[in-house]
């Protein structure tokens, strides 16, 4: 079966400091990544997705830059973080070829605090 | 970026009653509308789905109900219990180049009271 893994699952940082979240899919091949973001009592943001390794497309001009280095990888990162950057963050993964179904199967989240 | 309206953005019921939330979309090349569940702290997860072909998907006690030519849809819970207690999110989904897209809504969240 398939698995989805987040990690650091909670991260506190000052502002300024270097961000890196990652993300890795077990079981599957070829997946297309997305990274998503929660604001406190809001909906989901897309940031980012893949369609295969070094192929990222940016949704919405940002503090934040996304890379995927193998297939089943993808991450998330800062130079320099801003207050605005906290939230919750979502990494999903969804089927890539065969019968198009849309479902996206998603992570437990990083929890991200910039003080 | 492309829109997808839901209300409302907060929703209290009874046991047993019919919480219905609803959602509105601008694009029609959108050919995909889930329906996802939040717990807090997790990830969502895909409650129920419809296609643009269908005007009603029944799941258990979940139920979309799709006008396509307005683009709304919405989804009512039947008998709703305080387990489904949660943030319930729409979204539309439109097919690229090697993949898909999903827009969510803002999310509505729903307490169902003992």
Same mark, same amino acid.
């Given at each position: ?115 | 970026?492309?829109?997808? @309206? ?18 509105? %979309? ?9 329906? %996802? ?19 009603? @998907? @029944? ?28 943030? %319930? ?11 898909? @897209? ?13």
């Amino acid at each position: 079966s398939q698995t989805i893994h987040q990690w650091p699952a909670t991260l506190v940082q000052p502002v300024g400091s270097p961000l890196s979240l990652e993300c890795t899919v077990e079981g599957t091949s070829n997946p297309n990544l997305y990274w998503y973001r929660q604001a406190a009592g809001r909906g989901l943001q897309l940031l980012f997705y893949s369609v295969g390794i070094g192929q990222i497309s940016s949704e919405v001009p940002q503090n934040l830059s996304a890379s995927r280095p193998q297939d089943r990888q993808f991450i998330l990162s800062s130079k320099k973080l801003l207050l605005s950057d906290s939230g919750f963050y979502l990494c999903a993964w969804g089927l890539r070829g065969g019968p198009y179904t849309g479902e996206l199967f998603f992570g437990e989240g990083s929890r991200l605090t910039v003080l | 970026q492309q829109q997808v @309206k839901q209300s409302p953005q907060s929703l209290i019921v009874q046991k047993g009653g019919i919480p219905i939330i609803n959602c509105a %979309y601008e694009n029609t090349a959108f050919d995909y509308f889930p329906w %996802y569940q939040q717990f807090p702290g997790k990830g969502p997860a895909l409650l129920i789905a419809i296609r643009p072909d269908v005007s009603e @998907k @029944k799941e258990g006690r979940f139920t979309i109900s799709f006008n396509k030519s307005a683009k709304q849809f919405s989804l009512h819970i039947m008998d709703s219990q305080p387990g489904d207690s949660a943030t %319930y999110f729409c979204a539309a989904t439109q097919r690229n180049t090697g993949g898909f @897209k999903t827009i969510f809504g803002a999310g509505t969240r729903l307490f169902v009271k003992a």
